[in-house]
C-alpha cells in the first residue's frame, strides 16, 4: 500500500519537458498563447486516448474507488504524473491555495467517507505562494483570496519551508480529529508530506518528504512504521 503511494517523486514525466519549457515563455494575460495553449491540450488529450484501448475508458465509467485522498496546493508545479505513474481510480485529488482542509472540508470528507479512501496525504511544497502570503501582510489582496489564507495559521515572518512545514502538521492535526475513530481503528492513515523541488530540506530536489505520519513527527520512527503496520496487516490475513 505504502510502496506506491509515498514513493519517491518523478523529477519529470515524458511529457512534462517541453511543457515545463514552455512556462518560462508565457505571459500573463496574453489571450494568443491561450487559444494555442488549448490546442497543445486538445492534442494532448487526442495522444491520451491513442495510447489507452477502450477496455481502460469503460472501466473508468464503472466508478472510483481511489486508495488515496490527497489534499495538496493548487499551484501548478505540483501534480500527479509526480505521484502516480497511473493515477486514474487511485487519486482523489483536492486542490486549493495552501493544502487545506479547512476551505474543501467537504471534498476531503467525500474522499474518505464515501469513497473509502484508507490514505488521506496532504502535500504541501517548497517556495509556496500561499505560505509567503500568509506569513506577511496580505491585507490589499481579494476577500475570497483573504479568507482562505486567513485558515492557515503559522508564524508571520519564517522561513517559507518552516511554513509549508507547520501548515503540513496542522492539516494533519485538525484531520485526526476529525476521523480519530478511524485512524484508531486501523482504518485511516493520515499523512503529512512536502514536495521539495527547491531542496530547502537538503534531502535532494523533488522529493517528497514525509514529516508526519498519524501524528508522529520522528523521522526515525516515521521509517519504520509503514513496516509495522505492514507486519500487523500480514497478521491478520490481509
Same mark, same amino acid.
Given at each position: ?25 508565457? &505571459? ?8 494555442? $495553449? ?9 495522444? $491520451?486516448?491513442?495510447? &489507452? ?84 501582510? $496580505? ?55 512536502? $514536495? ?43
Amino acid at each position: 500500500m505504502f510502496k506506491k503511494q509515498l514513493a519517491i517523486l518523478l523529477a519529470t514525466a515524458a511529457f512534462a519537458a517541453p511543457m515545463f519549457a514552455q512556462a518560462g515563455d508565457h &505571459h500573463a494575460g496574453d489571450a494568443a498563447v491561450a487559444r494555442a $495553449y488549448i490546442k497543445e491540450i486538445q492534442d494532448a488529450d487526442a495522444a $491520451y486516448i491513442a495510447a &489507452h484501448d477502450s477496455a481502460f475508458f469503460k472501466n473508468l465509467a464503472k466508478g472510483q474507488t481511489p486508495r488515496a485522498t490527497v489534499v495538496t496546493c493548487s499551484d501548478s508545479r505540483v501534480h500527479t504524473n509526480a505521484l502516480d505513474k497511473t493515477p486514474e481510480g487511485d487519486l482523489f485529488m483536492v486542490r486549493n491555495i495552501g493544502n487545506q482542509m479547512a476551505t474543501a472540508k467537504g471534498s476531503v470528507q467525500y474522499g474518505v467517507n464515501h469513497l473509502g479512501s484508507s490514505l488521506l496525504l496532504f502535500i504541501g511544497h517548497s517556495s509556496c505562494g500561499a505560505i509567503k502570503a500568509a506569513g506577511g501582510d $496580505y491585507s490589499t489582496l481579494e476577500e475570497p483570496i483573504k479568507k482562505e489564507l486567513d485558515t492557515i495559521h503559522i508564524t508571520k515572518g519564517s522561513a517559507n519551508i518552516d511554513g509549508v512545514k507547520t501548515n503540513v502538521n496542522n492539516q494533519v492535526a485538525d484531520a485526526l480529529k476529525e476521523w480519530a475513530d478511524k485512524v484508531k481503528n486501523g482504518e485511516l492513515l493520515i499523512v503529512g508530506a512536502v $514536495y521539495d523541488f527547491a531542496d530547502d530540506m537538503k534531502q535532494g530536489a523533488g522529493k517528497l518528504n514525509v514529516i508526519n505520519m498519524n501524528g508522529e513527527t520522528d523521522p526515525a520512527k516515521i521509517r519504520n512504521m509503514p513496516a509495522q503496520a505492514a507486519k500487523a496487516g500480514h497478521g491478520h490475513g490481509h
